[in-house]
């Protein structure tokens, strides 16, 4: 069971279309591409990354993107590259 995108009522889109409530599409295709947010490079805290990331999450749901990429530090070994406290 998925939510439907237009109205978060939740049915089975392998056996239906259409959403029973509001008739919306059966969420089976990507809409978008791959999300990307950054959450370290801002000097956000914590919480602040969290918010953002669980923000990320409920708009790559929503808007049905292929992925969600989270940048949280410089790739490498060398440099400061966690989030602050």
């Not at 237009?6 to 089975?12: G, I, K, N, Q």
């Not at 801002?42 to 923000?55: C, D, L, N, P, Y």
Request: proline fraction near 6%; charged fraction near 25%.
């Amino acid at each position: 069971m998925r939510e439907c995108p237009e109205c978060s009522f939740p049915f089975d889109h392998f056996l239906e279309n259409y959403c029973p409530k509001c008739n919306g599409p059966a969420p089976r295709d990507i809409r978008e591409g791959m999300l990307e947010v950054d959450v370290a490079h801002a000097g956000e805290t914590w919480e602040h990354a969290r918010e953002k990331i669980v923000e990320a999450l409920g708009q790559a749901i929503h808007y049905r993107h292929a992925g969600l990429k989270i940048v949280h530090g410089y790739g490498s070994t060398s440099g400061h590259s966690i989030i602050g406290s």
